[in-house]
């Protein structure tokens, strides 16, 4: 199986990933509001692997409840990155994903409120051609980016006060996919990150925002020169 190192989810927010805080075994961002962001999938090279995507406990390739038996994106083959701009509205296009107000979101506008603030990401290797495939992914794969159907439930959790955030269904952007077969073996990778505004991760411990102490720019009288420190030779 591969190294577990080798598969990871970033989330982009104008071409660069927002740092991620680890606090008591998960992981959390702080959110920007009122910005479109990307998911990049990281997979090893030369092997293909099928990426089963979920925010705000939506399937991104139906908007239907998520599930890890759903299909989604088939990656590895040509690149070890892959960003995803949105949730899928066809083989060619998607509605981006726009970080807003949680009662705006995609999520809330559906009814499915229970797990907004949340982003995950389900790895499954492919079944060797040579090995008698035992199951096949629902529905069919969309290549390059690619999809499957499914539905069911994903990490489910009530909801919880300090998720103030949530992810809209943003504007229509181009993002063109193939359509592909996907025979899924094991898990070899799952990622999940928590995101809220920076004021609710600072209201919950999450982001330490202690001051550092004070300073003070010109705390003293005016001098002529510099007098050097000791030892200094010039």
């Known amino acids: 199986m591969q190294r577990y190192s080798e598969f990871g989810l970033e989330i982009l927010v104008n071409g660069r990933p927002l740092p991620v805080i680890r606090h008591n ?122 999809r499957s159907g499914g539905a069911g439930t994903f990490g489910g959790g009530a909801t919880r006060g300090g998720h103030d955030m949530g992810t809209e269904f943003g504007r229509r952007t181009d993002h063109k996919v193939t359509t592909t077969t996907f025979d899924r073996a094991g898990e070899v990778g799952r990622f999940v990150i928590e995101y809220a505004s920076r004021d609710s991760l600072i209201a919950a411990g999450i982001i330490k925002d202690a001051p550092l102490g004070d300073v003070e720019p010109f705390p003293g009288s005016k001098d002529a020169g510099c007098k050097p420190p000791s030892g200094w030779n010039g």
């Open 25 to 146: 075994g998960k992981l959390y961002v702080a959110a920007p509001m009122n910005e479109d962001y990307q998911l990049r999938l990281k997979t090893p090279f030369g092997n293909r692997y099928l990426a089963v995507t979920s925010v705000d406990g939506l399937d991104i390739m139906t908007g239907k409840t998520a599930s890890p038996e759903a299909g989604g994106y088939v990656l590895g083959s040509t690149s070890s990155l892959t960003d995803i701009p949105g949730f899928r509205l066809n083989n060619e296009e998607v509605a981006k994903f726009h970080f807003g107000d949680r009662a705006d979101s995609y999520a809330a506008q559906l009814d499915k409120p229970q797990n907004i603030g949340v982003i995950a990401v389900i790895f499954y290797a492919e079944r060797r051609q040579f090995r008698p495939p035992l199951s096949m992914t629902k529905g069919g794969c969309l290549g390059g980016g690619h």
